[in-house]
């Protein structure tokens, strides 16, 4: 299995990416410096070992250009996810697997529809801070860390973000 494995956002969905930091090594190699011959290289190279839909090329660009500049240690922006958002956060074992589960439920008793994703990305999860996992994040706020949250409770903090955003 290939080592340079890396998770990123394209649009509103993570999507894994293979050769990430080998593309951008070459980049620099190549001392590219006009943003759309690097956007278009980078896709170019990405595109060897990953399938990117050519109706999504335009987001794959903008998202790995985003990445790019962060692994050149630049400021970047970030990115905005529309909708409502929830992320569990945590390498994939039975708590993260059962936090997934029950918010799947409240999110259905409620009737919310929400993005809902599992991140097991180390350097993700470490952007929120998160030291025990599984941790709950909704709307980009991090509401529980290092335990198993049953359905109501997640209802509880799914109710606080509807009402602070107006979507109720």
Do not use: W
Not at 17 to 33: N, P, Q, R, S, V
Not at 92 to 103: F, P
Request: hydrophobic residues 35%.
């Amino acid at each position: 299995m290939e080592d340079d494995f890396k998770t990123i956002r394209v649009g509103n969905s993570s999507v894994g990416i293979i050769g990430l930091k080998g593309a951008f090594k070459t980049i620099d190699k190549e001392h590219l410096k006009d943003e759309e011959k690097i956007k278009e290289r980078l896709l170019a190279l990405i595109s060897q070992k990953n399938y990117i839909p050519s109706s999504a090329s335009t987001k794959y660009k903008k998202a790995l250009y985003r990445e790019y500049r962060l692994f050149r240690g630049e400021a970047v922006e970030e990115d905005v996810e529309e909708g409502f958002c929830v992320k569990i956060l945590g390498p994939g074992c039975y708590q993260c697997d059962k936090l997934m589960e029950e918010t799947l439920k409240a999110l259905g008793e409620m009737g919310v529809a929400a993005n809902v994703e599992h991140i097991t990305d180390p350097e993700e999860i470490a952007r929120y801070g998160l030291v025990p996992t599984p941790g709950l994040v909704i709307n980009k706020k991090l509401k529980s860390a290092g335990k198993i949250l049953f359905a109501e409770r997640i209802k509880k903090y799914v109710a606080e973000e509807l009402e602070i955003n107006g979507k109720e």
